[in-house]
């Protein structure tokens, strides 16, 4: 049965020269040549998104589209990368304890009064909503290279030096309120959350592998005179040098070992005991 995959990278924003990243675009032609060279996924099975083309509406059509496939019983595996900023929103269902919502940026990123626009961001609330209705045969699998923690804020950078994927919220948290679990999760959570996390993914069918924990930032960095996200270099590093003969687990376990000392991020792969112990299907 046929596969989907959509690679998204964004470095520049319509409105916000500011917010300039430069590994990103790299990172989903990167993720996008991994699909095709080692994972099986032919050429008219790969949507590329990048920058002007990377609006909220054709990221959303894009996976709309591909869910659609997936419940009709076109597709059986689909994946999703995303390399850009996180930021986060005021949340309105009640569901984080923080008041935030989780969120992500598009190339058309745009404020409304005190917060982002919703029409021009993605929240973690919106692709829960998505992927929730795929049916249990089809396995989806997510890349986050963002940062997605509601504790950092950009810091001065040099010109080769990493710079953090993460924009500071506009809203002011409300008082926490009580969380609920979700039952698929696009946000790397506290350690004191993760056997709730665990649960709520524990489907055959959802596996995210996440830049870094929640309190973290995942860095935009320089490498052999190119750019990427430091955790989209790793993955393809080690996916490569191992042609994908590693199960998830291992794969994650040796991308830490060769990331560290050099970047404070710690990659995470969320799903149950089975995928993370089998290699990458396809």
Not at 196 to 204: E, F, L
Request: glycine letters at 6%; one cysteine or more; a positive charge.
């Amino acid at each position: 049965m046929a596969k989907q995959a959509i690679c998204v990278g964004i470095n520049k924003f319509a409105k916000y020269p500011q917010f300039t990243l430069n590994g990103c675009v790299n990172d989903a032609k990167d993720m996008a040549a991994l699909c095709k060279s080692l994972l099986g996924f032919k050429a008219t099975e790969i949507k590329l998104l990048t920058d002007a083309q990377a609006t909220k509406a054709a990221i959303m059509t894009a996976l709309k589209k591909a869910v659609a496939d997936a419940k009709a019983g076109k597709l059986s595996y689909i994946l999703f990368s995303w390399s850009s900023h996180g930021t986060q929103v005021a949340d309105t269902s009640g569901d984080e304890p923080d008041g935030m919502d989780e969120a992500f940026v598009p190339y058309d990123i745009a404020q409304k009064g005190q917060d982002w626009d919703p029409a021009h961001i993605i929240s973690d609330d919106e692709l829960h909503d998505l992927f929730v209705q795929l049916p249990d045969t089809v396995l989806l699998e997510v890349y986050l290279d963002t940062c997605h923690s509601g504790t950092g804020l950009r810091e001065a950078f040099s010109l080769h030096a990493p710079r953090a994927r993460f924009i500071a919220p506009l809203a002011t948290p409300p008082t926490a309120r009580q969380a609920r679990v979700r039952g698929f999760t696009l946000a790397a959570r506290p350690a004191a959350a993760s056997k709730a996390v665990d649960k709520a993914i524990a489907g055959q069918h959802h596996i995210l592998w996440a830049g870094c924990k929640a309190n973290q930032t995942s860095a935009d960095a320089y490498f052999n005179g190119r750019y990427n996200g430091a955790f989209t270099y790793y993955f393809i590093k080690v996916m490569t040098a191992t042609q994908n003969k590693l199960a998830r687990k291992d794969v994650v376990i040796e991308m830490r070992k060769q990331m560290s000392g050099k970047f404070t991020q710690v990659p995470q792969l969320e799903g149950n005991a089975t995928n993370r112990q089998s290699a990458i299907v396809y």
